[in-house]
C-alpha cells in the first residue's frame, strides 16, 4: 500500500516492530513468512503467541505451518492476523503485531477477533476502491451453459469432448466459451478458465476429470 506521494504507508504509517527489517523492500519476504503464508491458506482470523499459530477453531493448514522446519517471527513476539480475500483473486493481511509476549492474548483474540477482521476488510476494500485496483467492473453473470463449458475446459476436455459430454454441437462449445471470454475480458481457453476460477464460477473440476478417466 502506498499513499498519494507514493510512498508506501510501511514507511510512513504502519511502522514494523522491528526497523531493522523492511518487509515491502523484500521480495522474498513473503515467501518466508509464516503469517503470509497462513494466510495464503486460512481464511479466517488467527493469531500467534509467540510459539504456534491458532485460531478459533483447529486448522490443518495452520498446523503444518507450526510443525514446519523454519519458522521465522521477524521480531514478532504477539500478533493477530486477519486474511483478507477480495474478489478477483487479490489475497493480502492486515496484522497486529507486537515485540513482547501477551499472556492474554487468546482470550484477546476470542473477544476482538470478529471486529478487527471486519475492520481489516473494510481498510483494505476502501484502499483497493481508492487507487482503482478494485473490482469497479460491472458484475459478470455467466449462463449455466458458459460455466458448464468452463468446468469441462478446466478438466481438460477439448471441444470435441464437451460437446458429447453435454450433447451440444463442438461450434455451439466454442461459442459458450467464446462469450465467456468476451464477458470476463480474458483471452484465451487458459486465461478464461484461470479468471472464471478466481471469480468462483468453477467448483472442484477434479470431479469432472474422474468421471472423463
Same mark, same amino acid.
Given at each position: ?5 507514493? $510512498? ?8 514494523? =516492530? ?16 509464516? %503469517?503470509?503464508?497462513?494466510? #495464503? ?6 493469531? %500467534? ?7 478459533? $477453531? ?25 486474511? =483478507? ?28 477477533? +470478529? ?6 476488510? #473494510?481498510?483494505? +476494500? ?14 459478470? #453473470? ?21 460437446? #458429447? ?14 462469450? +465467456? ?7 484465451? $481457453? ?24
Amino acid at each position: 500500500m502506498a499513499g498519494a506521494d507514493g $510512498r508506501p504507508l510501511a514507511e510512513t504509517v504502519f511502522h514494523w =516492530i522491528d526497523p531493522e527489517i523492511q518487509y515491502w523492500k523484500d521480495p522474498a519476504f513473503a515467501l518466508r513468512a509464516p %503469517f503470509v503464508h497462513a494466510a #495464503r491458506t486460512c481464511a479466517e482470523p488467527f493469531y %500467534f503467541n509467540g510459539e504456534r499459530l491458532a485460531s478459533w $477453531r483447529s486448522i490443518q493448514a495452520l498446523e503444518e505451518i507450526n510443525n514446519g522446519a523454519d519458522f521465522p517471527t521477524f521480531g514478532v513476539h504477539a500478533a493477530i492476523v486477519a486474511p =483478507i480475500h477480495l474478489p478477483g483473486g487479490t489475497i493480502g493481511a492486515v496484522v497486529w503485531a507486537s515485540d513482547r509476549d501477551i499472556p492474554d492474548l487468546s482470550a484477546r483474540f476470542d473477544q476482538h477477533a +470478529a471486529d478487527m477482521f471486519c475492520l481489516a476488510q #473494510r481498510f483494505v +476494500a476502501s484502499y483497493a476502491d481508492q487507487t482503482g485496483r478494485g473490482d469497479s467492473k460491472p458484475a459478470i #453473470r455467466l449462463t449455466p451453459r458458459e460455466i458448464q463449458c468452463l468446468k469441462h475446459a478446466a478438466a481438460g476436455c477439448s471441444d470435441i469432448e464437451i460437446s #458429447r459430454a453435454i450433447d451440444v454441437s463442438v461450434p455451439t462449445v466454442r461459442f459458450h466459451l467464446t462469450n +465467456a471470454a468476451r464477458k470476463i475480458g480474458a483471452s484465451g $481457453r487458459s486465461q478464461t478458465v484461470h479468471y472464471a476460477t478466481r471469480m468462483g464460477y468453477i467448483g472442484n473440476a477434479c470431479t469432472l476429470q474422474a468421471k472423463r478417466a
